[in-house]
């Protein structure tokens, strides 16, 4: 079955610094990660995903994931972080009949 | 364009009472799925649609929980009658059929349930 770990509630980061959010997955064949991102009282909002290609994937708000197969993870990054980035992630994969299976979601609080 | 829509946005019943939440995806989306988010847990599926036959609804708890796409546009999910365990958040997401792999969910903002 196919699953995905994250293994941070929560990740805190001063204004200005990099960050990173993890992801490991678990799938019986080719995988198909996504990244979502949740502000309070509002649904999911689309970061970006991985498919097939390239190991760095580039999203939405100068975000990136690197894919790394031999680790099995999917790693969410941005250079330098902004205190509006502060929200729930959540790492996704999704499997043979379309259905997202979503990780537990991590916290990320950045600091100015 | 416009975006998922669902109503309403938050409602608070008590236990064995039925509620009914309404989502109304994109123009031209065939695909839409419920999703329960309880609290400090991710998305979980409950039921998805093809335009309005169920493609998936394993992890529908049929015996409380029901949904329809009649018109294979919009949708209404029940829950009758409630249990306190219901309290989630109930998500509304839509794709198209186009884009393979490529397609990629679009969600609402979500009913917020309490269960009292």
């Known amino acids: 079955a196919q699953s995905v770990a994250q293994p941070e509630d929560q990740v805190n980061v001063a204004e200005g610094n990099p960050l990173t959010v993890k992801c490991t997955y678990s799938?019986?064949?080719?995988?198909?990660l996504f990244w979502y991102v949740q502000y309070p009282n509002r649904g999911l909002q689309f970061l970006l995903k991985y498919i097939t290609g390239d190991n760095l994937v580039k999203g939405s708000y100068g975000f990136e994931a690197e894919f790394n197969k031999s680790q099995t993870s999917f790693h969410l990054k941005k250079p330098s972080a902004l205190v509006s980035d502060s929200a729930l992630y959540f790492c996704a994969v999704r499997d043979d009949t379309d259905k997202l299976i979503f990780g537990t979601g991590t916290r990320l609080q950045v600091f100015p | 364009e416009a975006g998922v829509a669902q109503s309403p946005r938050y409602k608070i019943i008590e236990k064995r009472q039925s509620v009914a939440f309404w989502c109304n995806p994109i123009s031209g989306h065939a695909t839409l799925y419920w999703y329960q988010q309880i609290l400090g847990q991710g998305p979980k599926l409950l039921i998805q649609f093809q335009n309005n036959g169920v493609v998936d609804d394993s992890q529908l708890p049929k015996d409380r929980f029901s949904a329809e796409r009649l018109k294979g546009v919009d949708s209404t999910l029940k829950i009758q009658p409630a249990k306190l365990e219901d309290s989630a958040v109930y998500l509304c997401a839509s794709s198209s059929m186009g884009g393979g792999l490529l397609r990629e969910q679009f969600f609402g903002p979500g009913t917020r349930l309490t269960v009292l």
């Open positions: 799938v019986s064949g080719n995988p198909y």
